[in-house]
């Protein structure tokens, strides 16, 4: 926990308008991901409001605009997409502590890539996991009414079945900004990541990332 001149001192440096919508438990967050240095959570703080209120890329057909803090507004297209199994994936339920879990099958999507380009830009594919990050913030509320207590961080299951060991250039550059935008923005918000079904081949593939992670 952060001390209350902390909090203080935190919130005055960044402005009342970064501060709205901020708790304690996402300064802290912030805190841990920049090693608690105040200058670089500031800055964290600062550039995370900024993004939250920039209008992303125009969606097809209808070309609508939205910002991250209001995301969730926009309709579900994953699931009314006539090509929504291409990208399977779900929140699905909760674990024995009360940690709500998203499952994806990132292997299918992967080795299916191109695909995946046919009916979706990597803009749409961006914006569909920001709602899906989003949408666990509002599970993090709803858990922690459930189980009456904190709950600040989720499980990930990704399926590596299928994955293929050649990577095609445009899934290595939406994965990189997906990563950006995890860091940047969700961040100290995973409990743990379970990989299952992975190839023998994942290690080497785990080494183009690691320099993003």
């Known amino acids: 926990p952060l001390s209350k001149e902390i ?16 708790e304690d438990d996402d300064i802290r967050r912030f805190f841990v991901a920049r090693n608690g240095s105040m200058n670089k959570t500031v800055l964290m ?7 939250r209120h920039t209008l992303l890329d125009p969606i097809k057909p209808r070309n609508l605009q939205f910002s991250p803090n209001i995301i969730l ?5 994953i699931s009314q997409h006539p090509n929504a199994s291409e990208i399977p994936a779900a929140h699905y339920g909760y674990d024995r502590e009360g940690a709500p879990i998203y499952w994806e099958r990132t292997g299918y999507v992967q ?3 191109d695909t995946v380009m046919k009916y979706f830009t990597v803009e749409e594919l961006l914006q569909y996991h920001i709602q899906a990050m989003e949408g666990c913030e ?12 904190p709950i600040t ?3 990930t299951v990704f ?9 095609d250039t445009g899934s290595i550059l939406y994965i990189k900004k997906v990563l950006e935008i995890d860091q940047g923005n969700y961040p100290e918000r995973l409990k743990i ?21």
């Open 45 to 51: 703080a600062k550039a995370n409001n900024e993004w």
């Open 111 to 113: 080795s299916r890539w």
């Open 7 to 22: 909090l203080d001192t935190f919130r005055e440096r960044i402005g009342d308008e970064a501060s709205i919508g901020l």
């Open 159 to 167: 399926d590596m079945k299928h994955l293929t060991i050649s990577l």
């Open 138 to 149: 509002r599970r993090f509320k709803y858990a922690s009414k459930k189980f009456n207590k």
């Open 153 to 155: 961080k989720a499980i």
């Open 193 to 213: 990541l379970y990989l299952i079904n992975s190839p023998w081949y994942l290690k080497i593939l785990y080494k183009i990332f690691e320099p993003f992670i």
């Open 73 to 77: 507004s926009m309709p579900d297209r």
